[in-house]
């Protein structure tokens, strides 16, 4: 071999490791920031960025407690204690499932976690939140390092959390927001408004968010053979899902105007039509949808809806 055979090579082995001991970049933000006291859902959403040459390979558990981990401390650096939910899940012999996930450089992967179901915020206080990735999971977190996030500011505020799925805060406020006796028609005019205005707490009030779950079948059937932790835990992930148009998007995109044709409903079964015009540049787009909906406690739910394109104008 010449020697310029031998610097190219050297080269080229140089490359190979470079690639090989690159790592992605993690980072973490709070996804729909609003109010919180303890005892809150507070969605983080944790991003896993390839700035790497390279395809960038890590195991994601179904159950992602698996994959990553949550460091919450207070401002005297004392490391809160791993909630309820988390130890079982860490406990548990049950089989863990999981996907390779494949990122091409310059793309990143998310996804959003609620940071109760790692840790236990029973009081009021300021606090930093970190997470770690481990790309080959916790169990095998000693054979490749995990993956260090930035830091985020967390403030818990003394108070108790509404622990109905009709009730809580108003964005930005610590105003307690609960679901009224209104018509359907109501529910489904501020429902909509609600998403215009990017308040999803408000787009929740109403919203049966498991019944929409189960409309999948799949979905169904594994929310079924969940324990009572694991449906919480699935709800909160289909909500979670929702709010980053994942899952049903057609009741989250947001329209630009709205109308109710029709409103009929009885003692507990309610449909609502409605035609949501959506704008787009040059053109605008006509989609009726009917929303059924469920009295309980003589409050309205949006349980189901359909959708039928109406053309453009």
């Given at each position: 071999?010449?020697s310029?055979?031998?610097?190219?090579?050297?080269?080229?082995?140089?490359?190979?490791l470079?690639?090989?001991?690159a790592q992605?970049?993690i980072?973490i933000?709070?996804?729909?920031k609003r109010?919180?006291?303890?005892?809150s859902?507070?969605l983080?959403?944790?991003?896993?960025?390839n700035?790497?040459?390279?395809a960038w390979?890590?195991m994601?558990?179904?159950?992602?407690?698996?994959s990553?981990?949550?460091d919450?401390r207070?401002?005297?650096?004392?490391?809160?204690?791993p909630?309820?939910?988390?130890?079982?899940?860490?406990?548990?012999?049950a089989?863990?499932f999981y996907?390779e996930?494949?990122i091409?450089?310059?793309?990143?992967?998310?996804?959003?976690?609620n940071l109760a179901?790692?840790?236990?915020?029973a009081?009021?206080g300021?606090?930093?939140?970190?997470?770690?990735?481990?790309?080959?999971?916790?169990s095998?977190?000693?054979?490749?390092?995990g993956?260090?996030s930035?830091a985020?500011s967390?403030?818990?505020?003394?108070g108790?959390?509404?622990?109905?799925i009709?009730e809580?805060?108003?964005?930005g406020?610590a105003?307690?927001?609960k679901?009224e006796?209104?018509?359907?028609?109501?529910?489904?005019?501020?429902t909509?408004?609600a998403r215009?205005?990017?308040?999803?707490?408000?787009f929740f009030?109403y919203l049966?968010v498991e019944r929409?779950?189960?409309?999948n079948?799949?979905?169904?059937r594994?929310?079924?053979r969940?324990?009572?932790d694991?449906?919480?835990?699935?709800v909160s992930?289909y909500k979670?899902d929702?709010?980053?148009?994942?899952v049903?998007?057609?009741?989250v995109v947001?329209?630009?105007?709205?109308?109710?044709?029709?409103t009929?409903?009885?003692a507990?079964y309610?449909?609502?039509?409605a035609?949501l015009?959506?704008?787009?540049d040059?053109?605008a787009?006509?989609?009726?949808y009917?929303?059924e909906?469920e009295?309980r406690?003589d409050?309205?739910?949006?349980?189901a809806y359909?959708?039928m394109?109406?053309?453009?104008?």
């Amino acid at each position: 071999m010449n020697s310029k055979s031998r610097v190219l090579a050297a080269f080229i082995a140089a490359l190979a490791l470079s690639a090989a001991a690159a790592q992605a970049d993690i980072s973490i933000s709070f996804f729909d920031k609003r109010i919180y006291v303890p005892g809150s859902e507070i969605l983080v959403k944790v991003t896993v960025r390839n700035d790497t040459p390279s395809a960038w390979r890590f195991m994601l558990a179904d159950d992602k407690r698996l994959s990553v981990g949550f460091d919450v401390r207070s401002i005297a650096n004392r490391a809160l204690e791993p909630s309820d939910s988390w130890k079982r899940a860490m406990s548990s012999s049950a089989p863990v499932f999981y996907r390779e996930i494949s990122i091409q450089p310059g793309e990143e992967y998310a996804f959003v976690e609620n940071l109760a179901d790692y840790v236990s915020i029973a009081e009021p206080g300021s606090f930093v939140v970190a997470c770690t990735l481990y790309p080959e999971l916790t169990s095998k977190a000693s054979v490749r390092a995990g993956l260090r996030s930035n830091a985020l500011s967390l403030s818990v505020r003394p108070g108790a959390p509404a622990p109905a799925i009709a009730e809580s805060f108003k964005a930005g406020t610590a105003e307690i927001l609960k679901a009224e006796r209104i018509g359907p028609d109501e529910v489904v005019s501020r429902t909509i408004k609600a998403r215009q205005k990017g308040r999803w707490n408000e787009f929740f009030l109403y919203l049966d968010v498991e019944r929409l779950l189960k409309a999948n079948p799949d979905k169904s059937r594994s929310y079924d053979r969940e324990s009572d932790d694991g449906r919480r835990r699935m709800v909160s992930a289909y909500k979670a899902d929702l709010m980053a148009s994942v899952v049903d998007s057609d009741i989250v995109v947001i329209p630009s105007a709205f109308d109710i044709l029709e409103t009929r409903y009885g003692a507990s079964y309610g449909k609502v039509v409605a035609m949501l015009r959506f704008s787009y540049d040059g053109f605008a787009m006509l989609k009726e949808y009917t929303y059924e909906l469920e009295r309980r406690d003589d409050v309205w739910f949006i349980v189901a809806y359909t959708v039928m394109n109406k053309g453009t104008e």
